[in-house]
């Protein structure tokens, strides 16, 4: 079957660091990826998603970077703060079938712990 | 609005017991799902709905019973709880049309003893 992983399970980086948190994908029809964050005790939280006809796309301090050669993906996070200590998953997006959106299969990471040292 | 609420935060269980967990979304999302988070383990679909009164079976539905009679409700049913469901669930819903992310509630943690 198909399946997205972590390259790091765990990341330490210093207050005012840039964090990169990767993630491979195995199915090169994935055609839309997700990151969320999640913290402890609450639902994964949308952070950034990116279609497969782009490499880049960027938001409010997170750029996400999609490389389809190697079927890699990347969370970039610039100047990570505290309240950016966290889980977060990468998710693929699998679409099949005709119509509505309907036909997709989503599937989820097992996540990287950001632990962010003031 | 509120998102996604799903009651209740926590619950604790006997075996053989049944209960229902409760979903609602005020953002009128067609399509619902429930997930189950397990430690070392990637979020797994239980059962999804692409709109109300259908509903489908994701990849580890067995034990678990769902139905959609409005667009804001998708209670998730257990029918004769078993320590292997021990687990955290998170209820999500999302617009229709491709590439649109699922918005997650806070879970419910649930233990069956």
């Known amino acids: 079957g198909e399946s997205v992983g972590l390259h790091l399970p765990t990341l330490s980086v210093q207050e005012g660091d840039n964090s990169i948190i990767n993630c491979a994908y195995s199915n090169s029809a994935s055609d839309y990826f997700i990151w969320y964050k999640q913290e402890s005790g609450k639902g994964p939280q949308f952070i950034i998603d990116i279609r497969s006809n782009m490499d880049k796309r960027q938001g409010q301090r997170v750029t996400v970077l999609l490389n389809k050669t190697v079927k890699h ?15 977060y998953f990468c998710a693929e997006n699998l679409f099949y079938g ?7 299969k989503l599937t989820f990471g097992k996540g990287t712990l950001l632990t962010v040292n003031p | 609005n509120a998102g996604v ?14 209960m229902t967990l409760q979903c609602a979304q005020d953002m009128n999302h067609e399509y619902m799902s429930w997930y189950r ?8 679909l239980i059962h999804y709905s692409v709109g109300a009164g259908i509903t489908d079976q994701g ?11 409005t667009t804001e409700d998708f209670p998730l049913r257990l029918l004769s709880a078993a320590p292997s469901q021990t687990s955290v669930y998170f209820c999500a819903s999302r617009p229709t049309g491709i590439n649109q992310p699922q918005h997650f509630g806070d879970g419910t943690r649930l233990s069956i003893l």
Do not use: C, H, W
Not at chain 1, 73 to 87: E, F, K, N, W
């Open chain 1, 73 to 87: 993906l990347s969370l970039q996070i610039a100047a990570t703060q505290p309240g950016d200590s966290a889980v």
């Open chain 2, 37 to 44: 988070q397990d430690p070392g383990m990637g979020l797994r």
């Open chain 1, 98 to 104: 005709s119509g509505g959106g309907s036909n997709y």
């Open chain 2, 59 to 69: 990849e580890v539905p067995n034990g678990y019973n769902v139905s959609r009679s």
């Open chain 2, 5 to 18: 609420t799903q009651t209740p935060k926590f619950q604790v269980l006997k075996t053989g017991q049944s």
